[in-house]
C-alpha cells in the first residue's frame, strides 16, 4: 500500500489552528502528536472525546502513528460508551473534560507545552493508505450501533477532493470554523481531516451559539470557513446580531432550501457550498444550493441505479455502497435528490417524503424552526395522520395551517400541528427519531388536545 503524509508538506512554517487568537505551527503539532502517542495507553482502540478541536486533531494523529484504530459514536452517553466497550473491550477514552465521569479507562489530554520549540524541525509521519484510522458509527435497528471502517487512503481522497471543489486549495491559508463536533462525520472531514490535508487552519475552540459562531469568525484572518449546518446558521440569522463576513459557507446534514441558501449568502456575504453524503460513504457530492438543484459528484465517483436502488462506486468508495435516498441521475457527474427512502410518506396513494414537508415548513416566514413527524402506529379511522412540531412563536395555528396549504396538498396539513419552544436537536443540528418520538409521546400524556395544536 502506498504511504501518504499525516499533513501536507505544504504546511511547513505556516499555522495548522488557532486558539483564542493566538496560532499554533504545523512543527507545533508534530511535536504534541509525538509527545502524545508516547502516552497513550495499550489498548488498540481511541475512542477520541477530546471536544476543543486542536487537541482532537492531535489525539488522532497520535493514534494513526501508534496505529491504534479511533472510535466515534455518534453520542457520548453512559449506555453508548458501554457499547463501545462491549465492540472493543480494550478501548480506552482521549478526553479533555477533567470532570468526566465514565466507565472507561481514560486519559486526560496532557498539558503539552506549546511555545514554538516544535517548529524547529519539520519530519511529516507517513501513513500507510489501507491503514484502518477510524470506526464511525450509525444506529442499528437492533439497537447495537453499527460500525463502519474508515481507511487513511479513503479518507485523504475524500478530503482533497471537497478541498478542490471548495477551491480552498488555492495556496491561501483558509481558517475552517466549525460548529459541528468533530466526533460527527462531517465535523471530522470538513474541520479535521480536510485541515490536515489542504494546508490550511482550524478554530480550536468550540462555536454553537450565535454569539459564539460570530466572535469565532471575528478571531480569526481571512480567508475564513464557515463549516455548519442549516439550523446553525439559521438560528444566527434570526439572532439580531451583526453577522461578520465569511469568504465560504459550507453546510451539511439536513438539506437546504434555495430560498434559505440565499438568505444565508446574503447575510453572510459569501457564497455557500452544500454537502451530500453519508456515514456509510463520507461525503460524495456537493451544490450551490441557491443557484441549482444538481449535485456534483465529487471526483472519480459513479452512480448506478440496480432495481430502483442507487449504488455508488469509485474514488474514495472502498466497495459499492447502497444508498438510502431517492436518486435521480442526470448524466455521469450529477444528479437529483427526492428525500429518503425511510421518509417516504404514503397517504391515500399519494406520495411525499418528509424532507420536501419540512422544506416547505421552514420556507414559511416566522418559521424559527420545525420538523414532520410520522408515528409508526395508525389512528383510528385507519390513516396514519401526520404531525408537525413548530417553533415560530410569532404566528398563530390558523395563520401557519393557511400558507401550508398554500405548499401541499391537503392530505399532507399536519393533525395536529404542535407548537413548541424548541425542538430537541443534537450537537450536529439533526432530530433523531428517537427524540421526535419522545416529544410525541410526551405531548400525548400531556393530554392537551386543544392547547397549543390544531
Same mark, same amino acid.
Given at each position: 500500500m502506498p504511504m501518504l503524509p499525516l499533513i501536507t508538506h505544504e504546511h511547513a512554517n505556516s499555522v495548522i489552528a488557532w486558539r483564542d487568537g493566538m496560532p499554533i505551527g504545523a512543527g507545533q503539532f508534530l511535536s504534541?502528536?509525538?509527545?502524545?502517542?508516547?502516552?497513550?495507553?495499550?489498548?488498540?482502540?481511541? %475512542?477520541?472525546?477530546?471536544?476543543? $478541536?486542536y487537541r482532537f486533531m492531535v489525539g488522532l494523529g497520535a493514534a494513526l502513528v501508534s496505529k491504534k484504530i479511533s472510535l466515534l459514536p455518534s453520542t457520548q452517553t453512559p449506555e453508548m460508551m458501554r457499547q463501545m466497550v462491549r465492540f472493543a473491550p480494550d478501548v480506552f477514552r482521549l478526553t479533555d473534560a477533567k470532570d &468526566?465521569? =465514565? +466507565? !472507561?479507562?481514560?486519559?486526560?489530554?496532557?498539558?503539552?507545552?506549546?511555545?514554538?520549540?516544535?517548529?524547529?524541525?519539520? #519530519? #511529516?509521519?507517513? @501513513?500507510?493508505?489501507?491503514?484502518?484510522?477510524?470506526?464511525?458509527?450509525?444506529s442499528g435497528s437492533t439497537g447495537t450501533p453499527t460500525p463502519h471502517r474508515k481507511t487513511w487512503g479513503a479518507l485523504v481522497s475524500n478530503v482533497r477532493a471537497e478541498a478542490q471543489l471548495c477551491?480552498?486549495?488555492?495556496?491561501? $491559508?483558509? #481558517?475552517? =470554523?466549525?460548529?459541528?463536533?468533530? /466526533?460527527?462525520?462531517?465535523?471530522? +472531514?470538513?474541520?479535521?481531516?480536510?485541515? !490536515?490535508q489542504s494546508a490550511n487552519a482550524m478554530f480550536a475552540g468550540q462555536s454553537f451559539y450565535p454569539a459564539d459562531i460570530?466572535?469565532? =469568525?471575528?478571531?480569526?484572518? /481571512?480567508? $475564513?470557513?464557515?463549516?455548519?449546518?442549516?439550523?446553525?446558521?439559521?438560528?444566527? %440569522?434570526?439572532?439580531?446580531?451583526e453577522i461578520p463576513s465569511a469568504d465560504l459557507l459550507v453546510s451539511a446534514t439536513a438539506p437546504l432550501s434555495a430560498a434559505l441558501a440565499g438568505a444565508l449568502e446574503a447575510g453572510f456575504a459569501a457564497p455557500l457550498l452544500e454537502i451530500y453524503g453519508s456515514t456509510e460513504t463520507g461525503q460524495i457530492a456537493m451544490r450551490n444550493s441557491a443557484r441549482t438543484e444538481a449535485w456534483q459528484l465529487f471526483s472519480g465517483l459513479r452512480l448506478a441505479d440496480k432495481d430502483g436502488v442507487t449504488w455508488v462506486s469509485g474514488g474514495h468508495i472502498e466497495q459499492p455502497t447502497s444508498m438510502n435516498d431517492v436518486i435521480e441521475i442526470v448524466d455521469d457527474q450529477h444528479f437529483l435528490l427526492h428525500g429518503r427512502m425511510a421518509d417516504l410518506v404514503n397517504i391515500a396513494g399519494k406520495r411525499n417524503s418528509l424532507a420536501y414537508l419540512n422544506l416547505q415548513l421552514h420556507? @414559511?416566514?416566522g418559521v424559527l424552526d420545525g420538523a414532520y413527524y410520522m408515528p409508526d402506529e395508525l389512528v383510528t379511522d385507519g390513516v396514519t395522520r401526520l404531525t408537525a412540531f413548530v417553533v415560530a412563536p410569532q404566528l398563530t395555528a390558523a &395563520?401557519? !395551517?393557511?400558507?401550508? *396549504? +398554500? $405548499? !401541499?396538498?391537503?392530505?399532507? %396539513?399536519?393533525?395536529?400541528? #404542535?407548537?413548541?419552544?424548541?425542538?430537541? *436537536?443534537?450537537?450536529?443540528?439533526?432530530?433523531? *427519531? +428517537?427524540?421526535?418520538?419522545?416529544?410525541? /409521546?410526551?405531548?400525548?400524556?400531556?393530554?392537551?388536545?386543544?392547547a397549543g395544536t390544531t
Open positions: 504534541d502528536v509525538a509527545a502524545l502517542s508516547r502516552m497513550l495507553p495499550a489498548g488498540a482502540h481511541m %475512542l477520541n472525546a477530546c471536544s476543543d $478541536r &468526566s465521569v =465514565i +466507565e !472507561m479507562p481514560q486519559l486526560l489530554f496532557p498539558d503539552l507545552a506549546q511555545d514554538g520549540s516544535g517548529d524547529a524541525g519539520f #519530519v #511529516v509521519p507517513q @501513513i500507510d493508505s489501507g491503514q484502518p484510522v477510524a470506526y464511525v458509527f450509525t477551491k480552498i486549495d488555492d495556496g491561501r $491559508r483558509h #481558517v475552517v =470554523i466549525g460548529t459541528v463536533p468533530p /466526533q460527527h462525520m462531517y465535523g471530522f +472531514e470538513s474541520t479535521v481531516l480536510i485541515v !490536515m460570530c466572535s469565532a =469568525i471575528r478571531s480569526v484572518p /481571512q480567508p $475564513r470557513m464557515l463549516v455548519s449546518t442549516p439550523v446553525h446558521m439559521k438560528s444566527l %440569522l434570526h439572532a439580531g446580531l420556507a @414559511i416566514p &395563520s401557519l !395551517m393557511a400558507a401550508l *396549504r +398554500e $405548499r !401541499m396538498d391537503p392530505l399532507f %396539513l399536519p393533525r395536529p400541528l #404542535v407548537f413548541v419552544d424548541a425542538l430537541p *436537536r443534537n450537537t450536529t443540528g439533526k432530530l433523531p *427519531r +428517537e427524540a421526535l418520538t419522545a416529544l410525541a /409521546q410526551a405531548q400525548a400524556a400531556r393530554g392537551r388536545a386543544g
